[in-house]
């Protein structure tokens, strides 16, 4: 076990390119529902939260001994007992998550790509090459997360680089005071949208520890909502408030207007293809997640290719019968699946936090009184 160590910098990374799966469809969409063409200030409003959850997942995971992981925090902040049902809670949640996000993709392949192909041949393919990664170790796919999130990262900084010239102020200005509920509404489906970060957290037992981690982490969080920033003033500033709630996937659109005559045509192609990368960075996170958290709670035996079976069969199932059309779907993932991680990926998590930190606090006092009298 010692053997399949990662550095925190691939935790990272492999989450930032997972989380870019859910992005391009919730983005700006969901948010422009709240705050209409001021929701490109939404990853500006979620930020004080983004921070607060990095806080709580780094700092309480940072305060317990090497090998734990968020598992182990919820232990000991609520109790054994508690703790583990909690974690049950996470592992079927996870596993859903799975499902859902797996038939998610699918469906985004048949409206960009192939319109007339069935539906359960992608599902099929994604479940295989899902449960192909999630048999491996996980310090191999922290290695292959780090080239997803390079290549994913390049190529979606540079296509909104030239995508600005497309942007129209009157997209996006001018903003009131009076638009500041909404775009902190819209602040929040952001935060729900990084609650993803939980089930990096659950696999953090594999990760080494240096010092000065905790700066990477605020650091991760800055660039994380500069890039969320950036693309939701390209996709809001380009189409309109009233044409990206129309649209199902704004990026892809917005990048149809990027080419040189002569050098390369048809980006949106390329970009296309390449979002499957992000797909199997989120859907692999998931499934080793599953892994960690079953380890915990039935031994390590389940926490290798055992756990991982157990975890994509329940997301095939799922995928395949348990899930509603593309448009139910839809709203599933904006409403019921976005509350959840709020409060599973965010509230949970910073209660934790708080109450290891009042426990330690306390057992200081306490330890400073005995002193005394003795």
């Given at each position: 076990?010692?053997?399949?160590?990662?550095?925190?910098?691939?935790?990272?990374?492999?989450?930032?390119?997972?989380?870019?799966?859910?992005?391009?469809?919730?983005?700006?969409?969901?948010?422009?529902?709240?705050?209409?063409?001021?929701?490109?200030?939404?990853?500006?409003?979620?930020?004080?939260?983004?921070?607060?959850l990095g806080w709580?997942?780094?700092?309480?995971i940072a305060s317990?001994?090497?090998?734990?992981?968020?598992?182990?925090?919820?232990?000991?902040?609520?109790?054994?007992?508690?703790?583990?049902?909690?974690?049950?809670?996470?592992?079927?949640?996870?596993?859903?998550?799975?499902?859902?996000?797996?038939?998610?993709?699918?469906?985004?392949?048949?409206?960009?790509?192939?319109?007339?192909?069935?539906?359960?041949?992608?599902?099929?393919?994604?479940?295989?090459?899902?449960?192909?990664?999630?048999?491996?170790?996980?310090?191999?796919?922290?290695?292959?997360?780090?080239?997803?999130?390079?290549?994913?990262?390049?190529?979606?900084?540079?296509?909104?680089?030239?995508?600005?010239?497309?942007?129209r102020a009157e997209?996006?200005?001018?903003?009131?005071?009076?638009?500041?509920?909404?775009?902190?509404?819209?602040?929040?489906?952001?935060?729900?949208?990084?609650?993803?970060?939980?089930?990096?957290?659950?696999?953090?037992?594999?990760?080494?520890?240096?010092?000065?981690?905790?700066?990477?982490?605020?650091?991760?969080?800055?660039?994380?909502?500069?890039?969320?920033?950036?693309?939701?003033?390209?996709?809001?500033?380009?189409?309109?408030?009233?044409?990206?709630?129309?649209?199902?996937?704004?990026?892809?659109?917005?990048?149809?207007?990027?080419?040189?005559?002569?050098?390369?045509?048809?980006?949106?192609?390329?970009?296309?293809?390449?979002?499957?990368?992000?797909?199997?960075?989120?859907?692999?996170?998931?499934?080793?997640?599953?892994?960690?958290?079953?380890?915990?709670?039935?031994?390590?035996?389940?926490?290798?290719?055992?756990?991982?079976?157990?975890?994509?069969?329940?997301?095939?199932?799922?995928?395949?019968?348990?899930?509603?059309?593309?448009?139910?779907?839809?709203?599933?993932?904006?409403?019921?699946?976005?509350?959840?991680?709020?409060?599973?990926?965010?509230?949970?998590?910073?209660?934790?936090?708080?109450?290891?930190?009042?426990?330690?606090?306390?057992?200081?006092?306490?330890?400073?009184?005995?002193?005394?009298?003795?």
């Amino acid at each position: 076990m010692d053997q399949d160590k990662i550095a925190c910098r691939q935790l990272l990374a492999l989450l930032f390119a997972g989380l870019l799966s859910p992005m391009i469809q919730l983005l700006p969409g969901h948010t422009v529902e709240f705050a209409g063409r001021g929701a490109f200030l939404a990853p500006l409003a979620a930020l004080p939260g983004i921070l607060a959850l990095g806080w709580a997942l780094e700092g309480s995971i940072a305060s317990l001994p090497r090998g734990s992981g968020m598992a182990q925090v919820l232990e000991q902040a609520f109790g054994r007992w508690v703790g583990r049902l909690l974690t049950g809670v996470y592992l079927v949640w996870a596993a859903v998550l799975l499902g859902l996000n797996l038939r998610w993709a699918a469906f985004r392949f048949l409206a960009t790509s192939y319109r007339n192909a069935p539906l359960t041949f992608f599902i099929v393919v994604l479940l295989l090459m899902t449960l192909w990664l999630g048999l491996g170790k996980f310090s191999a796919f922290a290695r292959a997360g780090e080239i997803f999130f390079f290549a994913l990262g390049a190529v979606l900084v540079v296509t909104l680089v030239f995508s600005l010239s497309q942007v129209r102020a009157e997209g996006l200005l001018p903003v009131w005071t009076e638009d500041v509920p909404g775009i902190l509404r819209s602040g929040g489906a952001v935060l729900s949208l990084t609650g993803y970060s939980v089930f990096a957290a659950f696999c953090a037992g594999g990760v080494t520890r240096r010092p000065n981690e905790g700066k990477r982490t605020w650091k991760w969080a800055l660039g994380y909502c500069a890039v969320l920033t950036l693309f939701q003033v390209v996709c809001i500033g380009s189409f309109g408030e009233d044409l990206v709630q129309r649209m199902d996937i704004p990026y892809f659109m917005a990048v149809k207007g990027i080419g040189v005559e002569g050098a390369f045509q048809r980006v949106e192609s390329l970009v296309i293809a390449l979002w499957v990368l992000a797909d199997l960075a989120l859907l692999g996170l998931l499934v080793f997640a599953c892994r960690s958290m079953l380890g915990y709670l039935r031994g390590t035996k389940w926490s290798g290719r055992r756990g991982g079976i157990l975890a994509v069969g329940i997301a095939g199932m799922v995928a395949l019968v348990w899930a509603p059309d593309a448009f139910q779907l839809a709203a599933w993932m904006r409403n019921a699946v976005a509350w959840s991680l709020t409060v599973l990926g965010w509230m949970v998590p910073l209660a934790a936090a708080v109450v290891l930190m009042v426990r330690k606090k306390y057992d200081k006092r306490y330890k400073r009184k005995e002193d005394g009298v003795s």
